[in-house]
């Protein structure tokens, strides 16, 4: 492999096939601790439950083959869910100690990050996946624009990618899971609410010449270019909103890990 | 293979390591002895890459800790103090994570992990969870996966703790099996082992190291003098330091 890829305080350098397969090694061991336990079956079941019962109510009621409602529901179920799929990353190595044992194996911080973010990630697809019933009963029962549909699912990954890459940064910061577990739920919902009208009307009233709410929906916030994933456009500042975000939260995890070992 | 040059490192106000300075060659075996908070865990943190020093520098193989960390990590095989495990994997699925981490696979893999797990006598536990494991099981998982792959230098931090005298004894032979053409080097604050392993002590204290001596030498001295062993130790520990901790004997 010609590619390099960034690597650490001691100034190493990987290459990108090196890379990769740390990445790949730390992935399998993490989906291996997901599924070991009962974590990955509790948190699947839980969640393929809870989302889907709530489209179901609302299916019924609206009687309409599409899943707007189930996508524009997710984010605060995702603010609440996703948190607990990350708070064990770094929460559990650095209270087990075994922090020790995988930042002194030939890998990079960033690499040990990428592979607990792809695990999570998979998992998170798991997630998604319990959602396809809907789909096929909306395609057997009505003709649903499955545009809208695969641009919803889109903006789903793109939103869980960003808060599992949060809530990665914030369990590298932690020893202990619950810590780990609010404060990730706590700024997931921060950036989940600051794009809710009524909250930005209030933010923007406090300061009127300011405008904060505006600005913070219009810069932080994540409702705003989900919403353009939810109406069936795919909208390339929006991805590259969340991608710059997700991207932002795995480097502040690797340079916490790396800041940790002076 | 190990080179400790003048390396310092603080915790706060707190002067963990002091100057430390030594060498250790290929096919040496060297124990460094001291009571516990001496520094001997910090020191070795430091040649592990985990920390970095504050002042000084530290080569292992001929790479820099704070230059070329990857490269010493690839030629380190290293025991951390705790000996913290995955406790929720299989033993033999923990060792092949380590060696797939370390870049084996194929066939090599399964080669390292079958010595590993013959040499540190896993047979019996190799297919349960590492929690399900003894103390001394755990230790022995610790030792196999900082030797998966074949490392030039070892470095291990309290390898005989949780072991039982007749482990401590298959122990001493399997790493004494290991010198040729390797540098190992292991921590302990208890004389007897360190002596029965090693040819040469670190004696470290205070963060200071107080002596490096050969284990030839001390028996010598020892037995010109008519006195155990232990009293030599402590004699030089209480020649260069201040008497406020006594190294266990």
Redesign the interface.
């Known amino acids: 492999m010609s590619g390099t890829a960034s690597t650490g305080a001691a100034g190493n350098r990987v290459s990108l096939g090196e890379f990769c397969a740390g990445v790949q090694v730390v992935a399998r061991r993490e989906l291996g601790a997901y599924f070991e336990s009962a974590i990955a079956y509790v948190y699947t079941i839980g969640f393929v439950v809870l989302a889907n019962s709530m489209f179901m109510q609302e299916f019924f009621l609206a009687g309409t083959a599409d899943m707007t409602s189930y996508f524009q529901r997710m984010p605060l179920l995702l603010a609440v869910f996703l948190p607990a799929v990350t708070m064990r990353l770094w929460a559990e190595e650095r209270k087990q100690r075994t922090i020790e044992l995988l930042l002194t194996l030939p890998i990079v911080p960033l690499q040990a990050v990428c592979g607990k973010f792809v695990a999570a990630l998979l998992l998170y697809g798991l997630f998604l996946i319990g959602s396809l019933p809907i789909v096929v009963m909306l395609a057997v029962l009505g003709s649903p624009d499955l545009g809208l549909i695969v641009s919803g699912y889109v903006g789903l990954i793109a939103l869980g990618a960003l808060l599992l890459a949060l809530g990665l940064f914030l369990s590298a910061l932690s020893a202990d899971q619950i810590v780990a577990f609010v404060s990730t739920a706590c700024c997931a919902l921060l950036l989940v609410l600051l794009g809710d009208q009524r909250v930005v009307s209030v933010l923007d009233g406090l300061a009127p010449k300011l405008a904060g709410g505006t600005l913070l929906a219009e810069s932080i916030a994540l409702t705003p270019p989900y919403e353009t994933f939810v109406a069936g456009s795919l909208e390339l500042s929006s991805l590259v909103h969340f991608g710059a975000f997700t991207a932002l939260f795995l480097w502040l995890c690797a340079h916490a890990l790396e800041q940790r070992r002076t | 293979m190990i080179d400790v040059d003048n390396v310092t490192k603080r915790y706060g106000p707190t002067l963990a390591v002091d100057a430390v300075s030594f060498h250790i060659g290929a096919g040496e075996i060297v124990g460094f002895l001291g009571p516990n908070g001496a520094g001997k865990s910090t020191l070795l943190?430091m040649i592990?890459?985990?920390?970095?020093p504050d002042s000084g520098s530290i080569r292992i193989a001929g790479h820099d800790?704070?230059?070329?960390?990857?490269?010493v990590?690839?030629a380190?095989g290293?025991l951390?103090e705790?000996n913290?495990?995955?406790?929720?994997?299989r033993v033999e699925?923990f060792l092949e994570?380590?060696g797939?981490?370390?870049?084996l696979s194929g066939a090599t893999l399964r080669e390292r992990m079958a010595w590993c797990i013959q040499g540190c006598r896993l047979e019996a536990v190799v297919h349960k969870r590492v929690q399900q494991c003894s103390k001394g099981y755990r230790q022995r998982i610790g030792v196999a996966?900082s030797l998966i792959h074949d490392p030039p230098v070892i470095v291990l931090d309290e390898p005989t703790h949780g072991l039982d005298p007749i482990q401590v004894v298959a122990f001493r032979n399997f790493i004494q099996g290991l010198r040729k053409n390797r540098a190992i080097l292991f921590s302990s604050h208890i004389l007897s082992e360190v002596v029965g392993i090693s040819e040469r002590l670190l004696i470290i204290q205070h963060g200071r190291l107080l002596a490096d001596v050969k284990v030839e030498e001390l028996r010598r001295q020892a037995a010109a003098r008519g006195e155990e062993l232990e009293n030599v130790v402590l004699e030089i520990v209480r020649r260069k330091a201040p008497a406020r901790d006594e190294v266990s004997a």
Do not use: C, I, N, Q
């Open positions: 943190k592990s890459t985990w920390m970095e800790t704070r230059t070329a960390a990857l490269s990590r690839r380190l290293y951390p705790h913290a495990l995955y406790d929720g994997m699925r994570f380590v797939r981490a370390r870049g996966a």
